[in-house]
């Protein structure tokens, strides 16, 4: 005998761009998407009788999305998703919870003449902006919010020392060295009840999402800490003052090694310690660090 443990389906890689004209003004603004919805719910038939009658056709999901997106903002993707999934449950019984995930491609408006552009745009990189939100019936809606593909660097104002040496340890002590990472951080909100108490938020999760990017930066930037280990730290301590209604911050780090080529071999051409200038970026294998960051007593703000 066997039976389903648990199961959900959907459309993923939807993408979507959505063009908002100001009529007044001339200016447009664009937002462009990437969309997955997973449903779950009373749907266990279709996979162990073939009973079709309980499935929403992706091909439905994939519809619905785009529908959505004419009817409802796109931005704060936090509010775009909750739509979207508050929407499926409410709109079919036996589908109880619905999983949504959105990854928003940045777009920076183009500045010619030292003015910005009013429909004009370039791709700023490969740094993404991504949420999840879990709309399940009778248990309100929880959103994870994040930064993904930040890829940032600093030739100066890193050190590791002091940590375990023994036989297996071949790495030198620094107190300057070159920190690369691609920055990857979510932050989870306390629960919404309904998609009335997402929208009252709304401002909220923008203000987040740049307070977070702003001191991932800043604090990279500026800290010369011990280790990648203390400086997330103080990044996500930093977002939850920043933010009362988040309630955990998580970081994943990898560090990304720049390493001095010994040049001594070509006429004594000096290229280590201080007089490092050439370095041979490598792409693996790299340190990976996480972390999560929480309040030590969390209690409700909604």
């Known amino acids: 005998m066997a039976s389903v443990a648990s199961a959900r389906y959907g459309k993923e890689n ?12 001339g200016v447009q603004t664009v937002t462009e998407m990437t ?15 073939g009973d079709n009658s309980v499935v929403v056709a992706t ?13 409802h903002p796109v931005t704060p993707p936090e509010l775009f998703a909750s739509t979207v999934g508050t929407h499926f449950i409410q709109t079919y019984p036996h589908i109880t919870t619905a999983n949504v995930k ?28 991504k949420v999840e939100t879990v709309v399940t019936r009778g248990e309100g809606i929880n959103i994870r919010s994040g930064i993904a593909g930040l890829l940032v660097l600093k030739s100066t104002g890193s050190q590791f020392h002091g940590f375990v040496r023994d036989e297996y340890t071949t790495l030198p002590e620094t107190w300057d060295r070159i ?3 691609d920055v990857d951080c979510t932050w989870s909100w306390e629960a919404f009840p309904t998609l009335d108490a997402v929208k009252e938020n709304a401002p909220k999760f ?4 740049e307070d977070a990017r702003n001191i991932t930066m800043k604090t990279f930037a500026e800290e010369s800490s011990p280790s990648v280990q203390n400086v997330m730290f103080k990044m ?17 780090l990898p560090n990304k090694h720049y390493f001095e080529i010994d040049l001594s071999w070509h006429r004594g051409l000096k290229n280590t310690g201080k ?8 792409s693996s294998p790299n340190g990976l660090i996480q972390v999560s960051v929480t309040r030590p007593e969390i209690t409700s703000k909604l």
């Open 59 to 71: 091909d439905s999901i994939k519809n619905t999305i785009y529908i959505k997106a004419k009817e």
């Open 14 to 25: 939807v993408r979507v761009h959505k063009v908002e004209r100001d009529p007044t003004t």
């Open 179 to 181: 920190l690369s990472t």
């Open 275 to 282: 007089d490092a200038e050439v370095y041979a970026p490598q």
């Open 206 to 209: 923008d203000k987040a999402f």
């Open 102 to 129: 959105i990854v928003t491609h940045r777009w920076a408006r183009m500045t010619i003449d030292g003015k910005p552009h009013p429909h004009s745009f370039y791709r700023d990189g490969n740094e993404t902006r």
């Open 236 to 252: 996500g301590k930093s977002i939850l003052e920043a933010a009362p209604l988040v309630k955990v911050v998580d970081y994943s």
């Open 35 to 49: 969309v997955c919805v997973l449903l779950e719910g009373e749907i266990e038939t279709s996979y162990t009788q």
